[in-house]
């Protein structure tokens, strides 16, 4: 919550008569994206006023405390600041649908280059061979050329081998995303029962691309936090209070924790704040003035709000919850902040009410990283309270404090380890004459038509000088459950994780270091501050500079002998050895974002496993998704909960909205939503990665089929005279695309999946094969191509062969041409059906169901359009009565159908098996283990029946082996699947991925890539 106030001038305004007669003018700053900047002048009754931030409603804004306002409209439409942030709608489409259209283009090239084929064949025997017929096979009226006759038989031809361009393909691609957006709805995993809030498939349409994301940007507070502060620790006077000590004082180790301290003393105590170090209790009895100094500093130096529903029962309406949290603690240990007006705040002391006297706020801000207030106590005394980042505030101390300073500094050490954010606190007595001077040159200051905030600033940064230390804060900003986890398995997956946050640059290195996101263990943290286009240029040079050295120094004395262009920089620079993370404000990044840095920015950040952003405008966080799409072709997801994150949300391939605390408009503007930032690992990792397995094996199967469908006519318009004549007859081809073969792809389209949910979730490194594309490419698309022209072959040529010889039962010659096309349709039903059972991974009765079904309809279709009843009814249409009867009858046909498929799926098989065991994938040998697994099982449910003879008697319940307790202890089983995944990174399919993935992220040139680089190294 902010605070907006009024001006004191108008204030006085609120009835409609006085307002009526308002004839002020207000000369401000030009439209812009500044959220937390606006200086204007109110120029009135012949007096000008000056008007800040403070003063502004910005759109978007809820009024809270106050039942109404009368405003001025300063900026309107898209000149608001809001507007200004917002990136424009753009329609979102996967780099599958962008692939698919591509290959449709090509398809149809491909279709009309067989119709010129064609029609040049039909031409040519027109003219060679057709001639000599004219007698009993004339040309049709109108065609009196060969040439003509091609022209005619083009068109024909383009008509009957259209079903090679899948039109049906996109119909079946939306009903199979529907289905897996259906599955993200229904999953109950991904369910909030506290909220009550399901996981919600906004889009249809990118659900395969959340199997493809390599970059996270993510908001901070609500996102990764709960947006919930907790008062934890506290130094005061050089005493640390916080720690949880057992009953003889010492420090209690974890699930050793007492009761709370007890505040029943306290009517106003908030009934849900909890603090476990009862000294600092007995402090404030004892009657301490540091500790009564220290509570009452947080009591007063703060813009919280109060509210009083009823006696004794306070609601405190905070900025930020940081500022609620400690007033909160203030409240419960004595120091109870009651209520304020603009000029006073009363607060009660150990039950004891006192008003002082607000003199000034000095408003915090990123530069100050500060907030004081002036205030003077009732016996006259001005005192200024001071709270702000121990960077700034450890500088402006008096001298005297040194050796207090040094062990509050260490304090505040161990609190930021622990991953707290603190506050320093101090306090400054003033005199009268020095303030009332002062206060005369702050209103000066304040009413300056040109630079008004650098004269404000230095006085402000006059009175903070020489300050006493109190003690300092650590507030815990509770991430959300799961956090760490998630982070840690999208790490190993190899998802670069960036944080784009408002926060300022402590706060959100803090949570970097609390999600596991910083270790002590980094190499370097990279803190990029730099105010001009110099500095920030050569920061980001000198962080470049260091990865580099520190790689070479690493590689046993071998260096690059050939300087690095610019366009391989970043494919070594990712490839360097040692972890890194780069912290980069705003105001360093405005200028990083320029066109002519951007690249040294982007190459510097990619080579980082950590990349943090603080005090970032919700333009800039879009503008860095931007960047990343631009050079690194890779998918982004974009995931935040509040306003200032729609338009990073919008901007990336795939937006995640959180539905928080902060309401719902990142929920609205996003893709995908949910309540909890853990649930993004079972998104991307279970639904993701089988939403890109699934349509990748859909779109294989699905160009497979047609080609293999349609190339039987390509081959028989060499053996009919290239006449248009079609091998199938015409209903089979009306029926084979929407009865035969549709349901059961859309089954495993819909349904299919490698290896189970926790498996997905074991081993992150299965997400592999989506970043990198190999499941569905232009290769895929040609290798499934190929399989189809080849299965046209042979379904063309062994019937063809049989039948140029063969003959009935009864000795009569078999080769007729109703004969031929059962033969060949019944030989393609069955060929892709073994085939789609073959592509099936995971069976399921649904699966059983379409695939033998279609097969049986098949044959009952078949068998009703040879029926008698039918040429009764239609005699015109169904006229070869009983030929499918008498052709499958002949075992010569069930011989030529099943050699067929034996040599159509064969070297599928063949193919299949050589590669499972020479070089597996890494989830061939998941489903592996996961088998040796069930057998071990099955095994040991043997040996426990047999050993359950003799005694029943035992005093020890459990079946654990030896060594498993030093195991959990040694914290090894932790790591998540590590040992797993180690343990396959010996075998060849442990390498082959990161060989791919070197190879998509270098250059063209064989030269620029990191593989090739390292071969050179190695020749030096």
């Excluded at 397995?693 to 390509?714: E, Q």
Aim: overall charge neutral.
């Amino acid at each position: 919550m902010k605070v907006r106030q009024a001006i004191p001038v108008t204030s006085e305004l609120g009835d409609t008569s006085k307002l009526a007669g308002f004839d002020g003018e207000v000369i401000c700053e030009p439209p812009n994206n500044k959220l937390d900047k606006f200086g204007g002048t109110l120029y009135w009754k012949e007096n000008k006023y000056p008007l800040s931030n403070q003063n502004m409603l910005l759109r978007g804004c809820v009024l809270r405390n106050t039942e109404w306002c009368f405003g001025l409209v300063i900026f309107a439409g898209p000149d608001t600041k809001l507007m200004q942030n917002s990136g424009r709608t753009k329609f979102k489409r996967t780099s599958i649908d962008r692939l698919m259209n591509t290959l449709v283009l090509w398809i149809f090239g491909f279709l009309v280059c067989m119709g010129v084929i064609l029609a040049i064949g039909n031409a040519i025997w027109e003219h060679e061979v057709g001639v000599c017929f004219q007698i009993y096979l004339p040309w049709d009226e109108g065609v009196h050329s060969a040439f003509f006759s091609g022209f005619l038989s083009f068109w024909s031809y383009i008509i009957i081998l259209n079903t090679v361009v899948p039109i049906s393909l996109y119909v079946s691609v939306e009903v199979i995303r529907l289905g897996h957006s259906y599955f993200i709805n229904w999953d109950k995993k991904m369910y909030c029962a506290k909220r009550r809030t399901p996981a919600e498939a906004r889009t249809t349409t990118l659900n395969e691309e959340l199997g493809q994301v390599e970059y996270i940007f993510s908001d901070k507070t609500g996102t990764l936090t709960q947006n919930i502060m907790v008062f934890s620790k506290c130094s005061v006077n050089g005493h640390s209070y916080g720690d949880v000590q057992d009953m003889l004082g010492h420090k209690a180790e974890l699930g050793e924790r007492p009761e709370p301290v007890d505040f029943s003393f306290n009517p106003l105590a908030d009934p849900r704040f909890q603090f476990w170090d009862p000294s600092l209790l007995e402090a404030i009895k004892l009657g301490d003035p540091h500790v009564h100094e220290f509570f009452r500093l947080l009591s007063l130096c703060h813009t919280v709000m109060s509210e009083e529903k009823s006696e004794g029962e306070l609601y405190y309406k905070a900025q930020s919850p940081d500022e609620g949290a400690l007033v909160t603690a203030a409240r419960n240990f004595g120091f109870v902040f009651r209520s304020r007006t603009p000029k006073t705040i009363t607060v009660h002391e150990l039950g004891r009410a006192i008003t002082y006297q607000l003199l000034a706020i000095l408003d915090f801000n990123n530069i100050r990283k500060r907030m004081s207030v002036i205030v003077r106590s009732p016996e006259g005394k001005i005192r200024l309270y001071c709270k702000g980042a121990d960077t700034i505030l450890l500088e402006r101390l008096h001298p005297v404090n040194q050796d207090l300073t040094n062990v509050t500094t260490d304090h505040l050490n161990e609190y930021a380890g622990e991953g707290l954010r603190t506050l320093v606190l101090a306090y400054k007595d003033l005199e009268e004459s020095y303030y009332e001077e002062w206060s005369e040159r702050l209103r000066r200051a304040s009413s300056a038509p040109e630079a008004r905030e650098d004269r404000l600033a230095q006085l402000y940064d006059e009175v903070e000088h020489d300050m006493m230390l109190l003690g300092a804060t650590a507030i815990e900003d509770k991430l959300q459950q799961g956090v760490p986890e998630t982070i840690a398995i999208l790490t190993l997956a190899n998802i670069k994780i960036w944080v784009l946050t408002g926060d300022k640059q402590e706060t959100a290195v803090n949570i970097g270091y609390s999600c596991k996101m910083l270790t002590d263990d980094m190499t370097e943290v990279f803190v990029v501050t730099g105010h001009t286009v110099l500095e920030v240029r050569e920061e980001l040079r000198k962080a470049r500079e260091k990865m580099m050295d520190a790689s070479r120094s690493i590689s046993n004395g071998f260096s690059y002998q050939e300087k690095l262009s610019s366009s391989k920089l970043t494919s070594v620079l990712e490839a360097i050895a040692g972890e890194y993370a780069l912290v980069i404000n705003g105001h360093s990044l405005a200028h990083a974002l320029e066109a002519d840095m951007e690249v040294e920015f982007l190459e510097t950040a990619c080579a980082c496993k950590a990349v943090i952003c603080c005090r970032v405008t919700p333009l800039q966080k879009a503008q860095v998704v931007e960047l990343v799409k631009k050079y690194k072709k890779a998918v982004t997801l974009a995931i935040g909960d509040g306003a200032n994150d729609v338009s990073m949300i919008k901007t990336a391939h795939i937006g995640v909205g959180i539905s928080g605390q902060e309401g719902i408009q990142a929920v609205l503007a996003s893709d995908y939503s949910f309540s909890q930032f853990k649930f993004l690992q079972r998104l991307l990792l279970v639904h993701g990665r089988w939403s890109y397995l699934r349509m990748c094996k859909f779109l294989c199967y699905f160009f497979y089929k047609n080609f293999a469908f349609t190339m039987v006519h390509f081959w028989f318009g060499f053996f009919c005279g290239f006449s248009a004549q079609t091998v199938y007859d015409q209903y089979f081809i009306t029926l084979y695309n929407i009865v035969y073969t549709s349901l059961p792809v859309l089954a495993m389209g819909v349904f299919d999946q490698d290896v189970p949910e926790q498996r997905s979730m074991e081993y992150p490194k299965l997400y592999e094969p989506g970043q990198l594309n190999l499941l569905f490419n232009k290769r895929e698309f040609f290798i499934c191509i190929a399989q189809g022209i080849y299965t046209s072959v042979l379904m063309f040529f062994i019937p063809y062969g049989v039948f140029a010889d063969a003959t009935r039962d009864d000795g009569a010659q078999l080769a007729d041409y109703q004969s031929f096309a059962v033969t060949v349709a019944t030989s393609l039903v069955i060929v892709v059906s073994v085939q789609i059972g073959l592509d099936t991974g995971f069976w399921t009765a649904i699966n059983h169901f379409f695939i033998w079904g279609s097969l049986a309809t098949y044959f009952a279709i078949l068998f009703a359009m040879h029926s008698d009843g039918l040429f009764q009814m239609f005699p015109n249409q169904f006229r070869f009565v009983g030929n499918a009867q008498n052709t499958l009858a002949q075992p010569t046909v069930w011989l030529t159908i099943a050699l067929t498929t034996v040599v159509c799926i064969m070297p599928v098989v063949a193919f299949r098996f050589l590669k499972l065991d020479l070089k597996p994938e890494l989830s061939d040998t998941v489903r592996y283990t996961q088998l040796v697994r069930k057998k071990q099982k099955t095994q040991h449910r043997c040996m426990r029946r047999a050993g359950r003879v003799g005694s029943r008697r035992s005093g020890y319940a459990f079946s654990h082996q030896e060594g498993f307790g030093e195991l959990i202890m040694s914290g090894k089983n932790m790591r998540l699947s590590s040992l797993a995944l180690s343990s396959f990174s010996a075998r060849p399919s442990a390498g082959w991925i990161e060989t791919l993935r070197k190879k998509k992220g270098s250059d063209s040139s064989t030269a620029g890539s990191p593989s090739s680089a390292a071969s050179k190294t190695l020749k030096v």
